[in-house]
């Protein structure tokens, strides 16, 4: 695909970004693209190899060398079809996901890999100025009604195939904003919210209905809910956050990292600011976790003008290379720095905070270094390290340690959906154990990307479909 020798003669470019010093100052994207003809450039760096790994690294498994392909001649048209074929958003992709298809890349292994997620991005970009991105074309309605319980990736995709199969859909969001996680907890900088709203007008116009302020089991009951609809896709998120267990977790100044992740970008949108103001301006904020949410409350603390920001992972420090357990095409387990990181933060690893100080408010953190071991049976233990303890100063602590499971309380309970061992809701085939309800995303899968979850809801409208029609010409 491409140009057989392109990887050898041309070089990755990466896309421009703005100065560290000018994009604190905003919350709008920072990102320059590159233009069509040097992006004509990089797709020719695709290998013609005999196995593309790429498509196996994508959770959509996006056929990335024949997209590669059209853009090399061409083809941008040909390229998109390609490209939507198999993934509903890639104008969320191609900004927020970590691109594991980069390093399943071929080329990868004598070179850079190619920049799959840069063209993902261009291709859907141009598609959408040219004006080839339409609804879905219409087809003979099942009269057959789904109700989908949340609109961030997940409830999207399956909102979006049930309608291309022609049942009737509708979308119930608790929030007065369309897009879960997309709109509300990520930020702007990121995804920037019209981004959003340009694919939600598109999904109305094919007729898919979108109900807000609409939180099931909480101001809509769940019993309307199973008499107005024939079946129920459950794709609520996991959104219990992990807390701390230690002493003094209750003072103020310490709150979960989507609340104050929610609230900025409620302040972007002009929407009204529920509870207490979390704010970092001319705070000392400690941010207890290392992966991509901590790292979005680093970059949105920095722009707010944090005093300083400080960002505690419990796990060492990945290594600069491949470890010998982390073989291609595996995602590497290597030290990486987020856009938000480069903005300014000091990052600590191996480190674990065992007290919370100060009396009503946060005043600091008393952390100490740990040291990981393997025991016999391959288990990874943490111990301390004995005269290691710190106190590290804060007014604003962010809890970002990830998610345990979905909210139970409400529409699960009142459902009566049977949860696995980790609280998640079970599944097989998508089903859960009520027969006319199925579920998808995190809320069933635990915590993951939103590639991921627009891959679950893929997968959840075509086990459906299948159970309403007896087959299913969804992918």
Request: one cysteine or more; hydrophobic letters at 35%; a negative charge.
């Amino acid at each position: 695909m491409g140009k057989p020798t392109g990887f050898l003669e041309f070089a990755r470019e990466n896309p421009k970004k703005q100065p560290v010093s000018e994009r604190i100052q905003h919350y709008d994207a920072f990102e320059t693209p590159l233009t069509s003809r040097r992006l004509t450039t990089q797709a020719a760096r695709c290998m013609d190899c005999g196995v593309p790994f790429c498509n196996s690294g994508c959770p959509v498994q996006n056929l990335i060398p024949e997209f590669n392909e059209y853009i090399y001649q061409g083809q941008w048209r040909n390229a998109y079809g390609t490209l939507q074929s198999t993934n509903n958003f890639p104008e969320f992709t191609g900004r927020v996901c970590p691109a594991p298809c980069e390093p399943a890349c071929c080329a990868g292994l004598v070179d850079d890999s190619i920049s799959i997620k840069q063209i993902e991005l261009a291709i859907v970009e141009k598609a959408f100025e040219e004006g080839w991105v339409k609804p879905n074309t219409p087809v003979p309605s099942t009269g057959v009604k789904i109700a989908i319980v949340g609109s961030g990736p997940a409830g999207l995709a399956a909102a979006q195939q049930l309608n291309l199969a022609g049942h009737e859909v509708t979308v119930f969001e608790k929030n007065e904003v369309i897009g879960g996680l997309l709109r509300l907890g990520i930020p702007s900088f990121k995804l920037e919210k019209t981004i959003v709203e340009r694919r939600i007008d598109i999904m109305r116009s094919q007729g898919i209905i979108f109900k807000t302020n609409a939180h099931v089991g909480v101001n809509f009951s769940v019993a309307q809910l199973q008499e107005d609809f024939d079946y129920v896709g459950l794709t609520g998120g996991s959104e219990k956050p992990r807390d701390l267990s230690i002493p003094k977790n209750d003072l103020q100044g310490v709150h979960f990292a989507m609340d104050f992740l929610t609230q900025q970008n409620r302040r972007v949108e002009n929407l009204d600011v529920q509870g207490e103001d979390i704010l970092a301006t001319g705070k000392h904020v400690v941010v207890i976790g290392g992966g991509d949410t901590g790292s979005d409350c680093v970059g949105t603390s920095i722009r707010q003008g944090a005093a300083s920001v400080t960002q505690i992972e419990i796990l060492p420090e990945p290594p600069k290379e491949r470890a010998g357990n982390n073989p291609w095409p595996e995602y590497p387990r290597v030290f990486q720095t987020s856009s938000s990181q480069e903005e300014g933060c000091t990052r600590l690893f191996s480190t674990t905070t065992k007290k919370l100080l100060g009396e009503s408010k946060v005043t600091g953190l008393l952390c100490a270094e740990v040291t990981w071991v393997a025991d016999s049976s391959g288990r990874w233990e943490m111990t301390e390290k004995e005269g290691s303890e710190v106190e590290i100063q804060a007014d604003l602590v962010l809890l970002a340690m990830g998610f345990v499971h979905p909210v139970k309380e409400g529409l699960l309970e009142n459902l009566g959906i049977e949860l696995d061992g980790r609280g998640n809701v079970k599944t097989e085939d998508y089903q859960t154990n009520i027969p006319t309800i199925y579920a998808a995303g995190d809320m069933a899968t635990g915590q993951s990307l939103v590639v991921r979850a627009i891959f679950s809801g893929r997968q959840m409208a075509k086990a459906l479909d299948r159970a309403i029609k007896g087959y299913s010409h969804l992918s």
